[in-house]
């Protein structure tokens, strides 16, 4: 009894399932261009491999405090689910908060440039904005017919709103970060939101919510309301024009996004790809338009 | 003349009591859930402290962000007005007042009689305010009352990127992966908190004659970093810091009691 608890202690709520994946209908063999994307984020790192401009395979990792070593890491892990050698890659593109340390990288550009250009490819060309929320930042991004930035706005000195934020209230809750989204729509009526702006301070109200008797979930509603809410504030500065799109980790995260939607009034985008990863695919895709140009790596 | 002034804070409940403008009692515990008999348990302690029965007091003020609390406060005083008159009770020369309590930093400017005419409120950002060091603390593994005179023994400068508590912390230990002195991170702490609170003195601007109030101000690594940004000779910090608003609600429910 005593080790079962110990170990409940210890459970990591804030912890997601890695991932790679191979796509069975692409053979690399036969591509002209092999590119290849690495994002490395605050908190997670993605991998992409394009065959002439289609996803072939790829992989999201959590950073860890190194960047060369999480890029490494996400690109073997890539390498893992193909039977691909890396020198067969034509050219590489890095982005993300740690793109400089992306060693592989023949080039790095911004992640506001790739998570616009992902985002263009993942949810078709009437995207008009884009909002990438990630690990310690939120993007809101306003581009063209093509994926190409004509204006953002973001917020990356406070933890209010990001991904972070909600790690600590998984951790707080006890609920698993993959399960958050769904738990927090098991309420009977929907509470007012989590009023601190400051994670730290939302962290003590919810303790006190906790106390007066709410529930696990309906705290989590409140939380998640919270957050749609500063989310909305700043894509409301921004101005939405439609199709919005919703890129990064917390894009999986249904409790906050269809909180958010419904405040836009817009219905939230669907997409057979991870939308996490849009920033590895921008990047890829980057790489193949430089290759087509002529531009790729010299051999 | 026999007052009292009861600051409910967001850690803890301070109350003073005064006898003809002079200290008599102090009393403090911590607030935790239930604030009505923390501010009990203060009025009590500080009564006893000074030898008064409590139908001797003739008013009391209440301030502080649980103010509500004090159920038996004849005046309510709102909480720039408390620091205020407290800052100006111990320094009647003192022109420019910051208290920095647990969750909120405060600012205030003061006319030659004591009343504030300017003032700025952070009360949405732990970034500001005690919690800030409370969190570094643990992150550092050292207890909160080590880490002021831990960063008075560094001289090097470390520039922190955060600005958010959360993040801070994620800083603090890649700066502890880093293996960087204990001292240098602690000092950075206090620089990054101190460059915080000078930014929101400086919305009001800065008097020469700088008062600080507030738990925080008994860490002297904090008072220094202060000192050091606002490039000033010296801040007046009273023995008692964390009594100021207290003192200034017991001057004020004295004042009001003699129909001033």
Redesign the interface.
Known sequence: MQIEMREEKKQEFWRWKESNWKNPDIEWRSGKFITLGIDVGSVSSQAVVMVDGQIFAYSNMRTGSDSPHSARKALDFVLEATDMPEDRVDYCVGTGYGRVNVPMADRTITEIACHARGANFIYGPEVRTVLDVGGQDIKAIQCDEKGRVTNFLMNDKCAAGTGRGMEVFADLLGISIDEVGERSFQVKEEPPPVSSTCVVYAKSEALGLLRKGWSREKVLAAYCRAMAERIYSLVERLGVKPQLAVTGGLAKNSGVIERLMFMIGLKPMNSKWDAQIAGAIGAALFGYALCQKGKGRKK | MISAGIDCGAKKTKTVIMRDGKIAGKGIVLAG?DLDKAVQDSYKMALRQAGIRSEDVESIGGTGAGKEAVKNADELVNEIKAMARGAFYFFPDARTVVDVGA?EGRAAKLDEKGNAIDFAINE????GAG?FIE?MARALETPLEEMGPLALKSDKQIPMNA?????AESEV??LI?AKTPKADISRAIHDAMASRIVSMIRRIGVNKEVVMLGGVAYNPAFVEAIRRELDLERLYVPDYPEFGMAVGAAVVAAEKAQGR
């Open positions: 859930f969750e949405k950002c732990a970034a919690t969190a600005q958010c508590v959360i993040f230990v890649g992966h």
